[in-house]
């Protein structure tokens, strides 16, 4: 048997249509009804034998990733590594990213659920998907979801999936932020917010998944939810002004796209979507725009 001298898993990114946030647990996590739906926006991992563990991005905005073992990536594969008896895991992991870092768009669980992926195959270890997704769910609460894509209902801390169907392709626009957003930080900024106010358990929408059923981009647009995103807004404020540049160009509906400060437009179609990204880009209220259809496939060897 030839044995491959390198891998590569190409990967989506995720958009949350419904983030409902229920009060913090006592473990600091917050329960959810978090539907995720996987974006056509992809960073690709490719990992490659090495006398040591060693991680090396390209891209855009490659200097804001961190390059050592506290980067998701590295662990998965430390992870992976362990399970397996295998000591250390002497693997050069080099990430091609596309997705905008700290963006609210999984990129960091985009390259974990893809290094994992890409050891296990280069390692020829053969985990099974169950503790494929069990090592996901130990990295990061959105990693699982990176594995499987398409759309899921994550409950628990949103590691729990239950895969969803999409009628047809909906079309979306993304504004990129300048600078990331913390996610700890956002929903600690949740918890500021809702001090002394009975948070309601977080429920799924049965219409918002009658919209993703049908692929009604109108019903979908009405449906979308995140409980997120006044944290997000009193963090950033200036990305209430975004919103208002892509609602006012004609985007059906406009939100935070998971923690944030990604924005989220939908739009009617494709050519829709480019008129949003073009005025969103003419505002001057975002970095760039990028234009992407859902769903995706989950992590993807290539
Ligand atoms: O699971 P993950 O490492 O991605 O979570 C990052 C942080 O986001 C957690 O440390 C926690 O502060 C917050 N979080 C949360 N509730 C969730 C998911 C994440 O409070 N369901």
């Not at 991680?55 to 990733?65: E, K």
């Not at 990204?277 to 995706?296: F, G, K, M």
Request: hydrophobic share 50%.
């Amino acid at each position: 048997m030839q044995e491959n001298v390198s891998v590569t898993v190409r990967v989506p990114a995720k958009v949350n249509v419904q983030l409902a946030v229920g009060g913090a647990r006592p473990d600091g996590f917050h329960d959810l009804a978090n539907v995720f739906l996987a974006v056509a926006l992809y960073d690709e991992v490719t990992v490659t034998a090495s006398d040591r563990l060693r991680l090396t991005c390209s891209g855009p905005d490659a200097d804001q990733v961190p390059l050592d073992r506290t980067n998701l990536a590295a662990r998965a594969a430390i992870a992976l590594a362990a399970r397996h008896g295998l000591g250390e895991s002497a693997v050069h992991i080099h990430i091609a990213k596309d997705i905008p870092v700290a963006g609210g768009m999984a990129g960091g669980s985009a390259d974990a659920a893809g290094a994992l992926l890409a050891c296990d195959t280069l390692w020829g270890t053969e985990t099974s998907r169950e503790d494929l997704l069990a090592i996901c769910a130990e990295l990061g609460s959105d990693v699982p979801f990176s594995l499987v894509g398409g759309a899921a209902l994550g409950r628990g801390r949103g590691e729990l999936l239950t895969p969803l169907e999409v009628g047809g392709t909906f079309h979306w626009v993304f504004a990129v932020a300048d600078g990331g957003l913390s996610t700890p930080a956002v929903y600690a900024e949740f918890d500021r917010l809702t001090e002394g106010v009975a948070v309601p358990e977080p429920e799924p929408s049965p219409a918002l998944f009658e919209a993703l059923r049908t692929g009604d981009p109108s019903a979908l647009a009405a449906a979308l939810a995140n409980d997120l995103q006044p944290a997000a807004l009193s963090l950033r404020p200036s990305l209430a002004e975004t919103l208002r540049a892509g609602t006012e160009a004609g985007a059906l509906a406009a939100l935070v796209s998971g923690s944030g400060p990604t924005t989220a437009f939908l739009a009617k179609d494709a050519e829709a979507a480019t008129a949003v990204a073009e005025a969103l880009i003419a505002s001057a209220t975002c970095r760039t725009a990028r234009v992407a259809v859902s769903p995706a496939p989950g992590a993807t060897v290539l």
